[in-house]
């Protein structure tokens, strides 16, 4: 019988003469599991593999590889209930970890609910949180309503079928919306949905209305949208005109982002995460060249007001929501002009789902400095050029039909004395008092150049009324705005 061999010593053993920084060179060429398996062998070991500087390079070349410069300066990880990380629930917070190696473990907890066996982007998954917290935070205080439609997290096994990941994440903390109309829908309850019918105004990703053109896009849980997605399975597909970014995504799949209530408008994300919106008439468009970067514009233009809370279904209607004509002054796609103390703001929204293509909307709103107590609107005269031909020059009556009267701070709608004035039509009943803006949206027809055009002009208006004029009549000047595709679309 041959000698029994002698044991094998422990690991420690073996290195007796690694000092502190040999044994973290050692150490760090571990991954994460052996790493933590080092650190139960003894003390020593245990010290040396808890180093800050180990476990910051783990979590960098494991999930901030791609980004390594947005790797925080402290330990911030998502949000967990235990410091091991074992329980970590998606939310739009990050929060500071007691140490670099907590911090890694809650992002693996993280990664693993959310990404499975796919490597994650954690800087992605930062941009994403920090979009929606600036949304709640912004909804929480200026349209509460929409704050309450937001579902709990997609669950690991609803997540699991999505390939785009910019939108695994964004439904991993919140799994869109539920409206009002939603359960009345489910339960047949006619009576419930004509009571609620006005919810469909609170989608997370805003909306417009012009004449009964009516757009609501809201963000739906992945049970439905991943439902319309089969069901449609030909539609949501690309195209040949589309071949090198199927190319690129590996597939000609889409993936639902929004949704609008009228089934006319859609976004939705390729394989590589970008955003494309479906026009009827020309099939699948770019509307951004990533989701992650179109969803986190969407959370500033709400934050700062650019998209403002508004009517969405025109100045008549009670019902709120988000307005995506933008309404903060860029000078490109919306214009701000004050002429006498009457201050005129107009933008335009591309809607490639209708055969014009362009709306707008014009705000006014009299100063309280204005050199007249109020103002009857009488006469419009736009001047659209888009380039490619002689520029059209639209003169008439009123706007859609409206002769509105603006007073210092507010107005009212009083096409009475202007329809008679202009086409002999009967006495018509004065609209309610208003305080702030009166606005309106029309169409303006479809640019002959792809580079698009330009919209201008003035708006006549008599000091006092056209029933009781004060002073003589005076032009109001729309400042010149963009009628184009946007380099991000909404």
């Not at 571990?30 to 070991?45: E, K, V």
């Not at 003035?458 to 056209?466: A, E, H, N």
């Amino acid at each position: 019988l041959s000698p029994r061999a002698p044991p094998c010593p422990k690991m420690a053993d073996t290195l007796p003469e690694l000092d502190d920084d040999a044994l973290a060179q050692v150490l760090g060429l571990l991954g994460a599991a052996d790493l933590d398996s080092c650190r139960g062998t003894c003390r020593a070991w245990r010290a040396t593999g808890s180093e800050p500087k180990l476990w910051r390079r783990l979590l960098q070349v494991t999930y901030f590889a791609g980004s390594p410069e947005a790797l925080p300066e402290q330990p911030l990880a998502p949000l967990g209930d235990e410091d091991e990380g074992v329980c970590v629930m998606p939310s739009s917070e990050l929060g500071p970890a007691p140490s670099w190696r907590v911090a890694f473990l809650r992002w693996h907890a993280l990664s693993r609910r959310v990404d499975g066996p796919r490597p994650m982007d954690a800087a992605l998954w930062m941009q994403i949180a920090g979009a929606w917290a600036r949304l709640e935070r912004a909804l929480r205080g200026r349209m509460p309503a929409i704050k309450e439609t937001l579902c709990s997290p997609a669950s690991a096994e609803q997540l699991a079928v999505l390939h785009s990941r910019g939108l695994r994440y964004i439904h991993a903390i919140h799994d869109g919306q539920e409206l009002a109309l939603d359960r009345f829908m489910l339960a047949q309850d006619n009576d419930g949905v004509r009571a609620n019918r006005d919810s469909v105004c609170l989608g997370l990703f805003g909306g417009y209305s012009v004449y009964n053109h009516r757009v609501h896009m809201r963000m739906h849980p992945l049970q439905i949208s991943v439902g319309i997605a089969t069901s449609w399975e030909s539609k949501f597909k690309l195209g040949e005109a589309h071949a090198d970014a199927i190319a690129l995504a590996g597939s000609d799949r889409l993936e639902i982002v929004s949704v609008s209530h009228s089934l006319s408008r859609f976004f939705a994300v390729d394989c590589a995460d970008v955003l494309y919106i479906h026009a009827d008439l020309g099939g699948w468009e770019v509307a951004a060249p990533s989701l992650g970067a179109w969803f986190c514009e969407h959370a500033r233009r709400v934050e700062d007001g650019t998209h403002r809370i508004g009517h969405v279904l025109g100045p008549e209607s009670p019902a709120e929501g988000i307005m995506l004509f933008p309404c903060r002054v860029d000078g490109e796609f919306c214009s701000r002009e004050v002429t006498q103390g009457i201050e005129v703001v107009a933008s335009a929204v591309y809607c490639p789902e209708h055969p014009q293509t362009f709306c707008y909307s014009l705000r006014f709103l009299m100063h309280p400095d204005a050199p007249h107590a109020s103002a009857q609107l009488v006469r419009r005269r736009w001047l659209i050029s888009d380039g490619s031909e002689e520029p059209r020059h639209v003169v008439g009556d009123g706007v859609v039909g409206m002769f509105p009267v603006l007073r210092r701070g507010g107005g009212y709608r009083d096409d009475r004395q202007a329809k008679q004035t202009f086409s002999g039509a009967a006495s018509l009943a004065k609209g309610k008092e208003r305080e702030g803006w009166f606005e309106y949206q029309s169409f303006s027809g479809p640019m002959g150049s792809a580079e698009g055009g330009k919209f201008a002009g003035d708006i006549m208006f008599v000091p006092g009324s056209l029933a009781a004029p004060t002073g003589e009549p005076f032009a109001v000047s729309v400042a010149p705005f963009r009628l184009a595709r946007a380099p991000l679309l909404f």
